[in-house]
């Protein structure tokens, strides 16, 4: 059982219709014993849905999902039993002390006792949530009750392990910490976690699925993605001067390919695409002091999600795949 | 079935470490207290627990939306059904064990009573039997009422709601046997036979009927056997 290629999640085909909303269109992928991949999309992309799949929470409409070679149809309670889940509202009963949750949560999963005693041991030490034992879940941070989470979705060394935006809604400070656990988590475990945060992905994931509007979009590792996403810059500059001017020898400039312009008020914004290598940043505000005009501000525009599917779904980006 | 256990358990240790156990346990001794006193204070009275056992119904009515609305509504509210539906648990495991550990509630809830029967063979010569029926009157109407609760629980996340739902259709079957008063002919037959209150009033006379017993049973039955199928409903929404 523990070949190192063995596929832990199977999915073939999986589509996913809500009446007649399509969630989840024709997703096709796997994850092998060992890999941590991300699952990455905008809001109402069908990452939930597809994770409540996996999970066994809710049946496919048309398509095959194995985990660990378990259906999770035909032979769902064995599938459950192999999975570790940690839904996107951490799910804790409030008036629950820590230790009583996790016990609870072991027996659930077909613990004996002694077994869960010494993996509450383990796990909280792992987790360290060790000063929260008796504490009621209720009254700990949301980074705490992540953590929690975690603990019940590690408890019984599950094969697979299925995170839905582990690190939404908690504070910059404990975002760190979490991913940083996710990674330690992420060494022993199969693990398949959703994020709609860039930045996360390449730093946990050794494989990104990109899906958007229920298609899969994209699947290579971050480096590779970012990569071919880099085809382009994007530079924000805001500058006191003639717009009409401004704008024509913004155009004019080599490697530039669009300017859109925002009136501020005092100033005015402008947005400069630019092919990549070009390094605008560096000569772009002397040129324009040069020109005589109050550079008011200057800084280059990270791309957001939503550019990047933008870009990914755009044909270009189809033609390079190819 | 291990898991039906562990579920109960979970459950009915929630229960009885919140406030609100006792307060209800105060509240339903206090009324059956009082209903028992004022039936043994008159000038002939009778050595029966007749006299608090009929109002307990009407506190059951009232009692059993707010102990079964946050069964299944809070877990939907909070998210753990999730956690709960993606555990190696079936769904049936899930919903039988919330039942179980409300009816164990119940007879937690009916056990200090035992106090008034200690009273009555204390001061008195009461007859075993209609006692015995009494409290099997009891169970099976209090675990109707739960049933019914359970369902409505079932059907939303809001536990405001459920407890509406469930005491709305709670009253409505307690009060049909008086519709069939103003009624006649089959709808009379009918309004009396579903009625909740007009099984009941046998049992606390000593007269087990096996047609009470199933009429309370198969409540209990179709209910529970709903919300099973509720829950299950919830995978294909």
């Known amino acids: ?322 | 079935m291990r898991n039906t256990f562990i579920i109960a358990k979970k459950e009915s240790k929630a229960y009885f470490s919140s406030p609100m156990a006792y307060v209800i346990g105060a509240v339903f001794l206090a009324l059956t207290g009082y209903m028992f006193v004022s039936s043994v204070s008159n000038p002939f009275p009778e050595a029966t627990i007749r006299g608090w056992v009929v109002t307990s119904t009407f506190i059951f009515v009232l009692w059993s939306p707010v102990l079964t609305m946050r069964l299944l509504a809070e877990e939907q509210k909070l998210g753990t059904l999730e956690l709960l539906m993606t555990s190696p648990v079936k769904d049936y495991e899930v919903v039988i064990g919330k039942y179980l550990a409300t009816l164990l509630i119940l007879i937690g809830t009916l056990f200090p009573t035992i106090w008034y029967v200690i009273l009555l063979y204390w001061f008195g010569n009461p007859d075993l039997w209609p006692l015995l029926t009494s409290y099997l009157g009891l169970i099976l109407f209090g675990g109707a009422t739960l049933a019914i609760g359970l369902l409505a629980s079932s059907l939303t996340s809001n536990q405001v709601l459920a407890a509406v739902m469930s005491f709305g259709l709670l009253l409505l079957l307690t009060l049909t046997n008086k519709a069939a008063l103003v009624t006649v002919g089959l709808s009379a037959t009918i309004l009396e036979e579903i009625s909740l209150t007009a099984h009941f009033d046998d049992f606390a006379r000593g007269i087990v009927d096996i047609g009470n017993v199933t009429y309370y049973l198969s409540v209990i039955g179709i209910f529970v056997f709903s919300a099973i199928r509720s829950l299950e409903s919830r995978r294909w929404r």
Request: aromatic fraction near 6%; glycine fraction near 10%; proline fraction near 3%.
């Open chain 1, 1 to 322: 059982m523990s070949n190192e290629s063995q596929t832990m999640i199977e999915v073939e085909g999986l589509t996913k219709l809500y009446g007649d909303f399509i969630a989840v269109t024709n997703l096709n992928f796997s994850v092998k014993r060992g890999e941590i991949v991300g699952l990455l999309g905008p809001n109402g992309s069908g990452k939930t849905t597809t994770m409540r799949i996996l999970t066994g929470y809710m049946p496919p409409s048309e398509g095959i999902v194995k985990i660990a070679g378990y259906d999770v149809l035909s032979h769902s309670l064995s599938a459950r039993a192999k999975i570790g889940y940690l839904p996107e509202t951490v799910p804790l009963y409030q008036d629950m002390e820590v230790e009583e949750y996790l016990s609870f949560m072991g027996a659930m999963r077909g613990m004996n006792n002694n077994k869960i005693k010494n993996r509450i041991d383990e796990v909280v030490d792992q987790v360290s949530i060790g000063h929260y034992l008796d504490t009621h879940i209720g009254k700990l941070s949301k980074g705490y009750k992540q953590r929690v989470g975690l603990a019940q979705a590690i408890l019984h060394e599950p094969d697979v392990l299925i995170l839905d935006e582990p690190t939404i809604g908690i504070d910059p400070i404990q975002v760190v910490e979490t991913r940083q656990l996710i990674k330690e988590i992420g060494k022993d475990h199969t693990l398949l976690l959703s994020t709609h945060i860039l930045p996360e992905v390449s730093a946990l994931c050794e494989r990104v699925l990109i899906i958007h509007e229920g298609n899969l979009v994209a699947e290579d590792t971050p480096e590779n993605l970012g990569e071919k996403l880099r085809g382009s810059e994007k530079v924000q500059v805001d500058i006191d001067g003639p717009i009409a001017d401004v704008t024509s020898f913004l155009r004019s400039l080599d490697g530039i390919t669009g300017v859109r312009q925002t009136e501020m008020g005092e100033f005015v914004r402008y947005v400069i695409d630019a092919r990549s290598g070009t390094s605008l940043l560096e000569s772009l505000a002397s040129m324009i002091l040069q020109q005589g005009w109050k550079l008011l501000g200057l800084s280059s525009v990270s791309m957001s999600l939503e550019e990047i599917f933008l870009q990914l779904t755009s044909s270009d980006f189809e033609e390079e795949r190819e």
